[in-house]
Every structure is written in structure tokens, then in C-alpha cells.
């Protein structure tokens, strides 16, 4: 043994078959970590600049994702193109056969695709268990109307109190009567409220120091992506670790929720319950609360500030939106002591969901504005998809991407660059131009699960924050502020993203 280990520690002394050997091992490592799959020859042209071996087109993942798809489509010849990520065949597709392959055919997977290229978890085979059928069948349900119902007075009051502990907040630096919030954290937090109302658990929803620290959680976990996981699969990334971490202090919070009801054999009326009840195993509702929080709490919470900011720039649809709301008010007061929280409490939730149209509309504009990026399908056909009449396809086990801004800011916008919700009135219909022109909620085979409560909390937030206060766009002490510039967002973002530099508005309670 002594003597074995002796000429391990002197290479000098090692047999010449050895180092065959290892170098044969080193190489035979190398070539499987630079081999990559060919592309099928009719899949289209390999865009090759920024591509690097082993790794691909890393470009497209750090900060550059819009910026790189732009590039590569300019470079094409047919609308299309190829790129490697790690060894993941990718291809862009765009223009109209484009998008009605990507938003409407059967065999290209979003849930696979969201998984791999996301998260750089591979999903299990379709027989085994699927845990995106599992999420897709529990979030479908609480999604119904009658959950709406059953939760709105919890809702409705959640938004008047935290709008009731904005108008009790510090007077601000510059002028007294004024006072200050970053939308990006405060509404940030209201959707956070609504969200665990509806997909998660009253406990969390109704206890504030639990309230922050699991959004603080989740906000951890969210930031703890691993584009190297993305690449290599089998990487163990600080990354990776970190968002195990941060969703093992998740589960504990909602074991300790689900213990305590055993315990006392009280159940809740919520969604933790409803999942409970189910059958789920504490490891598949922490995989759901994320996989909801992921699809509501990032979207909602960022289109939330964004969309009041915006009305700060923009009198005319501050007006209108102000008008929407002080009408509605006024055809639902019953008594001249009502304020206008009083009254917004006693609607129902068609009336919710009807009678801010308006609201829905600086929404949508806001979305289309605020969605970067790319989307992902995976090829799970077991053939070749072909592209329209291009002649071209995307290869089986390929993804396909598709760049957010071919639809949100097609040709079919008239000034597009500007935020205008009237070009969704009837009249101008700018979405309806063309199939697929507005991908918002979704589009196609993939609709938008959670549009219904999206709305609903965007009504409840705006409704309540436009009937009680005035606001205006200013800095962090108040003082009133002009933008130099159109607001626009970074398109090169993999996700919706609070703005870099915290924005602001001051406000103060409507008077009448």
C-alpha cells in the first residue's frame, strides 16, 4: 500500500500505458463536453456570432436576450434562425407562420420548455408523475369564479388597509401635505397580499411580519437563478444550492401552517387547504406557491407600479381613470356618508370585473410595455416540426423561442412606442390586426391561467388608489419631477424586473 501510494506521488515514475490511458480519458471528457448535436439540415441557418464552444450563445441568457434575437433575426434570411445553448438546440422563429406555429400548434411544450431552459430542471417522462399537469389542474380551480366570490370581502379589505396605512404614513421631506411611496414596493406588496389570499394561505396573508418574510423568500429565491444550471444540468451551481435553500425555508413556514392544523384540527378556507385536501405532499404545494407566485407575484406586482407610474405621466388618462372611478362610485352610493372606500367595498365581483374597462385597458398597454424578453416551446413531437411554407423546421427535441416584441410592438401599432391604451378601443382594435398581435395573456394553446385575478387585483388596487388619492411622479422627498424622457423598459430582461432606479410618486388624499 505504502509503496503504491509512493509512486502515485511521483508522475515521473508512472508506466507509459497510464498515461495512455489518462489521456485518452481527457480527451474522450473534452469531446463529449464540446460535441454538440448538428442541426437537421433543413433546420435554419446556425447564427454563429457570440457562440462559444461548450457553452453556445451565452449572450442570449446575460443581458442581451432582445438585443442578440433582434441580431440574429436581421441576419436571416427566411425570419428564422438557429443558435446552440450548451448543447440545446434552440430556434427563433417570427412573422406571421412563425408566431401561428409558436401560439398554435399541439406539439410544441411550454411547461417542459419552462422547466429546462429556466430553471435547467429536466422534466420527468410523461409517464411518471407530471407535476405541471398537477400545478396546471390546482391552479385552474382556484382560479374559478366562485373562489373570487368566496374571497372578495378578504380582498377588498386587504387593499383599503394597506392604501389606509399609506394615507397614516410620514409626511415627506419637501412639502407636508404631500406624502411619498415606491410603487415598485408598496403596490409590490399589496399584490403579494392578494396573491397569498388566493393561491396560498390565509395565515401568511393576514400576519404581516410572516407576510414579509416569506415575500423576502420568495423575492431570494427568484433572484438565485443558475444560467450554468441551464448548460450543464448536472453542474452542482452555488445557485442551485441557494434556491434549495431558500425553498426549504419556504416549506418550513407552510409545514408549520399545515402541522398546526392538524394539531388543533382546525381547517383553513384557502388555498393551502384546498391543496391539503387534495392529497399533495408538502413537497408538491412548496412547488406550487412557487410556480404561482412565479406566474402572478412577478408579472402583477411590477405591472402594478408600472401602471400608476405611467398614469403620472399621462393627464389625460389620469383624468379618465379618475372619472371611471368616481362614477362608479357615485352610481353605487347609497348614502352621502359613504366615502368611497365604503362604497367600493359593497361591489360585487361582476361588477368588479365590468365596470372599469378603462382600467383594463391602461393594464393592457401597461403589459405590453412591460412583458421582455422571449418565450419557450419544446419540441416533444418525436419529428421535425415544420415552419409554415418556409422550408424549414425546428428539429425534434429543439426549442423554439419567439421574441416578445415581434407581437407586442408590431407594425400593426400605430406609435407604438407610445403607452396609449385607446389603441385598444373598439374603433382602433390595433390588437385585432393580425393573429397573435397581442400575447399578453398568452395566446393560442397557452392562455394566461390566472388573467381572471390579474385583473380582478389590478381593478381592486387602482380603484382604491385612484378614488383616494391625487399622485404625481416626483423624487424620494417629494419633490414633484418631469421625466426628461419617455418612460421605456430594458427588453433585454429574461423576466419582469423592478427598474433599476427607484421611482417614486407623492401623493395625498382626494379632497371631496
Not at 434570411?77 to 448543447?87: A, C, D, H, L, V
Not at 441557494?242 to 418550513?252: D, E, P, S, V
Not at 408538491?284 to 412577478?298: H, P
Request: with cysteine; net charge neutral.
Amino acid at each position: 500500500m505504502g509503496a503504491t501510494l509512493s509512486t502515485a506521488l511521483r508522475p515521473q515514475e508512472w508506466p507509459a500505458t497510464f498515461w495512455v490511458l489518462l489521456l485518452t480519458t481527457a480527451i474522450t471528457v473534452l469531446f463529449q463536453l464540446v460535441r454538440r448535436p448538428a442541426f437537421a439540415k433543413n433546420a435554419p441557418k446556425w447564427y454563429k456570432k457570440g457562440d462559444y464552444p461548450i457553452l453556445g450563445s451565452i449572450g442570449f441568457y446575460y443581458g442581451r436576450r432582445a438585443d442578440f434575437t433582434r441580431e440574429a433575426l436581421q441576419a436571416s434570411k427566411t425570419g428564422n434562425f438557429s443558435f446552440y445553448i450548451g448543447k440545446k438546440q434552440l430556434v427563433g422563429v417570427s412573422g406571421h407562420e412563425g408566431r401561428k406555429l409558436f401560439f398554435e400548434s399541439k406539439d410544441l411544450n411550454f411547461p417542459v420548455a419552462f422547466a429546462e431552459l429556466l430553471t435547467g430542471q429536466p422534466q420527468p417522462p410523461s409517464h411518471q408523475d407530471n407535476f405541471a399537469q398537477t400545478f396546471s389542474k390546482a391552479l385552474t380551480s382556484l382560479m374559478k369564479k366562485e373562489n373570487f366570490i368566496k374571497n372578495l370581502g378578504l380582498l377588498t379589505g386587504d387593499t383599503r388597509a394597506a392604501c389606509d396605512a399609506l394615507a397614516d404614513a410620514a409626511p415627506s421631506k419637501a412639502d407636508p401635505d404631500w406624502r411619498v411611496t415606491d410603487p415598485f414596493e408598496s403596490f409590490y406588496e399589496i399584490v403579494y397580499q392578494l396573491t397569498m389570499r388566493t393561491v396560498g394561505a390565509n395565515d401568511i396573508a393576514e400576519d404581516p411580519k410572516l407576510l414579509k418574510h416569506t415575500l423576502s423568500i420568495f423575492d431570494w429565491f427568484e433572484k438565485s437563478d443558475s444560467y450554468a444550471k441551464v448548460i450543464f444540468p448536472w453542474l452542482p451551481t452555488v445557485n442551485h444550492y441557494l434556491r434549495l435553500y431558500y425553498g426549504a425555508k419556504l416549506a418550513f413556514v407552510f409545514r408549520d401552517i399545515i402541522e398546526k392544523r392538524k394539531k388543533t384540527g382546525k381547517k383553513g378556507s384557502d388555498a393551502l387547504q384546498f391543496l391539503i385536501d387534495r392529497g399533495l405532499t408538502l413537497t408538491n404545494i412548496v412547488g406550487f406557491e412557487i410556480g404561482a407566485l412565479f406566474a402572478g407575484q412577478l408579472n402583477s406586482g411590477i405591472n402594478a407600479g408600472y401602471l400608476h407610474v405611467f398614469l403620472s405621466q399621462n393627464p389625460e388618462w389620469m383624468a379618465r381613470l379618475c372619472e371611471e372611478v368616481d362614477s362608479v362610485v357615485a352610481r353605487h352610493r347609497t348614502s352621502p356618508s359613504q366615502s368611497c372606500a365604503d362604497v367600493l367595498g359593497t361591489l360585487n365581483i361582476e361588477q368588479w370585473e365590468s365596470e372599469f374597462p378603462l382600467i383594463d385597458l391602461a393594464l393592457r398597454e401597461t403589459i405590453r410595455f412591460c412583458l421582455p424578453g422571449a418565450t419557450f416551446r419544446k419540441n416533444m413531437s418525436g419529428h421535425d416540426i415544420p415552419i409554415g411554407e418556409s422550408g424549414e423546421v425546428i428539429p425534434d427535441g429543439a426549442f423554439a423561442i419567439y421574441l416578445v416584441e415581434d407581437s407586442l410592438f408590431g407594425d400593426w401599432y400605430t406609435d407604438k412606442m407610445k403607452w396609449n391604451p385607446s389603441r385598444y378601443f373598439e374603433e382602433n382594435a390595433e390588437d385585432k390586426k393580425v393573429p397573435h398581435a397581442y400575447m399578453g395573456w398568452g395566446s393560442g394553446r397557452h392562455p394566461c391561467l390566472g388573467m381572471k385575478f390579474a385583473k380582478l387585483e389590478m381593478a381592486l388596487i387602482t380603484a382604491y388608489w385612484v378614488g383616494s388619492f391625487d399622485f404625481e411622479f416626483s423624487d424620494k422627498d417629494g419633490n414633484r419631477v418631469d421625466p426628461s424622457s419617455p418612460l421605456f423598459m430594458n427588453r433585454n430582461l429574461h423576466s419582469a424586473r423592478k427598474p433599476e432606479q427607484n421611482m417614486y410618486l407623492r401623493y395625498k388624499l382626494r379632497e371631496g
